[in-house]
């Protein structure tokens, strides 16, 4: 008499289940640190792009160029605009600028020597000093910082948006939408704090459009 075969429920193979789940798991392991470099690159991209310097209220700066760390500089303290690499005319005072808020993320660069403004005159490319120019809302002399990693910064003007430039990164200061001479050394530049106290008096109040 044969025996009859068994009909009962045959247990699943545990090696055949056990190597797509392992694999499965391999997947999203390495799925998920492909992700974490990709967020940390990211991140490290985004912290470097937002650097900038601290600005304090009230401060002095020298304004560096990176190309040949010349200074910003009012040739004798007069409204002829150029580079210095140094200049030691009235303590420094025609080199020295300090940031007044104007509102909105935009500041007037003041010279120390005679409290003037950083001017874009009549908003075209020749830069000079005004003492407080209204045109256009006072575009032409209101600036901020654009963040371009290690330390240094693009200053933009509010009319036309374009930055303030040494022309291929010679002495004569103007403007340009972007310029990536020397990647953009003769465009970027860095506050460089001076121990200047303030006179007693002086206001430090934003400037009102």
Not at 199 to 204: I, P, Q
Request: glycine share 12%.
């Amino acid at each position: 008499m044969n025996n009859s075969s068994h009909t009962g429920i045959r247990c699943p193979n545990a090696r055949s289940t056990s190597q797509p789940l392992a694999g499965i798991a391999l997947s999203k392991i390495l799925s998920l640190t492909r992700l974490s470099i990709f967020i940390v690159f990211s991140l490290c991209f985004i912290g470097q792009f937002f650097i900038t310097q601290n600005v304090e209220a009230g401060q002095y700066y020298r304004l560096q160029l990176k190309h040949g760390g010349q200074f910003l500089d009012a040739d004798h303290c007069g409204n002829k605009i150029t580079l210095n690499p140094g200049s030691d005319w009235e303590n420094g005072a025609c080199q020295l600028w300090r940031l007044v808020p104007a509102g909105g993320g935009w500041n007037r660069l003041q010279l120390k020597h005679g409290d003037q403004y950083l001017d874009a005159d009549h908003c075209g490319n020749v830069m000079s000093l005004n003492s407080g120019s209204d045109w256009e809302n006072g575009a032409c002399q209101l600036w901020r910082l654009v963040p371009a990693g290690n330390g240094w910064n693009r200053l933009q003007l509010k009319h036309g948006g374009q930055y303030l430039d040494a022309d291929h990164c010679g002495n004569r200061i103007s403007l340009n939408p972007g310029s990536d001479w020397e990647n953009g050394a003769c465009q970027l530049w860095r506050l460089v704090p001076q121990p200047v106290l303030i006179d007693e008096g002086t206001n430090l109040n934003p400037v009102n459009e």
